[in-house]
């Protein structure tokens, strides 16, 4: 395994399992029956990996995913176990893996990103100033910045490689990619998932500002996988802090966009390093959120 300075592990090393993808965060074995998913400690943000990583991020990711597959279970999902010690092969490498691993099934990924947003933030809110439409939606006039939508959005964008910026789509062209049938069934899962998860959330004194969520067919089913609602793939804001007219405070990777946005950075790799200041607010986000929604 290869961790940086601060123990966050950059990389995972298993000899005699294959590894099938090293995406931004995870990295991905298989083990014949299934596949193990590993959430490191990297950070992606403009999709660049940055060359130092976030300690324990990898851990908290994987607990927030399974608090939600547990609490949505409802929606089909992808998850077999988070024991890794179930698997004899995995033994040697327990003490890395536990708490940031699952076991899940092999499923056949759709190429797109489906994305609800429930406020007009980010590059949804730039689009909007520009020219009032929103991956093909054309929205009221008056929004102001972090303002509530009347209602969540579906704003699918394609899937990119490592280093490539995602792109919006339409619905249409979502379409185009996966055929009608499960453009909708996305369309609608990923609605019904962002509903939920956002009416608890807000019990919990937490707005979930926008998601995204990723889908795949088992067994010609459409099934949640990857990570699911966590502070890499959501826009959390503790509701007593939020306001409308500018970028609210924020328990998620938002944070360290923001301190990059100050930088003389073209967001191309290589990326900047972190400083250590960074690092700690940014753990500590991450830590926040998992405790505000989870309890743990």
Known sequence: ???????????????????????KVRDVYDLGDALLFIATDRLSAFDVV?????????????????????????????????????????????????GRSMIVKKAKVLPAECIVRGYLVGSGWKDYQKSGIVSGLKLRAGYRQAEKLDEPLFTPSSKAAIGDHDEPISFEQL?????????????????????SAADYAAGRGIIVADTKFEFGLIDGQITLVDEVLTPDSSRFWPADAYKVGSNPVSLDKQYVRDYLETLDWNKTAPGPVLPAEVVEKTVAKYEEALKALTGK
């Open 1 to 23: 395994m290869k961790y940086d300075a601060n123990k966050a592990l950059l990389e995972s090393e298993i000899p005699g399992l294959k590894l099938v993808n090293r995406g």
């Open 50 to 98: 940055l060359p130092n990583g976030i300690p324990g991020k990898g851990r908290v990711l994987t607990q927030i995913s399974l608090f939600w597959f547990n609490l949505l279970k409802d929606v089909p999902n992808h998850l077999i176990t988070a024991d890794v010690s179930s698997r004899a092969e995995l033994a040697p490498y327990v003490d890395d893996l536990a």
């Open 175 to 195: 379409v185009d990619l996966v055929g009608k049938d499960y453009a909708t069934e996305m369309r609608d899962l990923s609605l019904k998932v962002y509903t």
